[in-house]
């Protein structure tokens, strides 16, 4: 069965500072792999996705994510943050689906919540 | 354009009682997906609805169910509720053949149970 750990809780950074949320994931095939974030009274928002090619993904808000097989790692950073940034951010794991497209179900990790410090 | 839209946002019932919540996906969406959020947890999946069957059901019992409409708008009901249903419940629409992965959620509707 698929899985995802996220085993940061809460993270505090302060503004301007460099992050790297962690995401481990277990998967028996390629996986198909994202991160989500979610602010409060807002629905979950895709920031990125990796499901072949460069492991180095660019995402929307100057995130990046990292993909890495021997580790089974998938984690989400980004060079410099903003107050904004701070929400529940979440790492999933899925399938391409029986099409080849769209989204099957998705499995979620617990959620990191990401603390902005002024 | 309408991004995916979900009623009631805030609701209480009681244990035993059946409750509804509805879902309109984003415009030109064919799919509709499920999740249940637990508070300080990831979400769930529940199940996903395309051209009105269920296509794709995660861990959750028969008191759980869904609909599909010919306008893509969905229902998530649930009977026999118990204290533990109280979560968030997320509605997120794709397009099959879409953008792999390219979920698009609602706010969600808050269920207390009590």
């Known amino acids: 069965a698929q899985s995802v750990t996220q085993p940061d809780i809460h993270i505090t950074v302060s503004e301007g500072a460099s992050l790297e949320l962690r995401c481990n994931y277990s998967?028996?095939?390629?996986?198909?792999l994202f991160w989500y974030v979610q602010s409060p009274g807002q629905g979950l928002q895709l920031l990125l996705k990796?499901?072949?090619?460069?492991?180095l993904v660019q995402g929307i808000k100057g995130f990046e994510a990292e993909f890495k097989r021997s580790q089974s790692s998938f984690n989400l950073r980004k060079p410099s943050v903003h107050w904004s940034d701070a929400a529940e951010y979440f790492c999933?794991?899925?399938?391409?689906?029986?099409?080849?497209?769209?989204?099957?179900?998705?499995?979620f990790g617990k959620g990191t919540h990401l603390i902005i410090q002024p | 354009d309408a991004g995916v839209t979900q009623s009631p946002t805030h609701l209480i019932k009681t244990r035993g009682q059946q409750v509804t919540l509805r879902c309109s996906p984003k415009?030109?969406?064919?799919?509709v997906s499920w999740y249940q959020q637990a508070l300080g947890q990831g979400p769930q999946f529940i199940f996903q609805?395309?051209?009105?069957?269920?296509?794709q059901r995660g861990n959750f019992p028969d008191r759980f169910s869904g609909h599909q409409f010919p306008n893509y708008s969905s229902e998530l009901n649930v009977n026999a509720l118990l204290l533990g249903d109280s979560a968030l419940y997320l509605c997120?629409?794709?397009?099959?053949?879409?953008?792999?992965?390219?979920?698009?959620f609602g706010e969600g509707s808050r269920l207390t149970v009590l």
């Open positions: 998967y028996g095939a390629t996986p198909y």
């Open positions: 990796y499901f072949s090619g460069d492991t």
């Open positions: 415009s030109g969406h064919d799919t």
């Open positions: 999933a794991v899925g399938s391409a689906g029986v099409s080849g497209g769209g989204a099957d179900g998705l499995t």
């Open positions: 997120a629409s794709s397009l099959l053949g879409g953008p792999i992965g390219e979920l698009f």
């Open positions: 609805y395309y051209e009105e069957e269920e296509r």
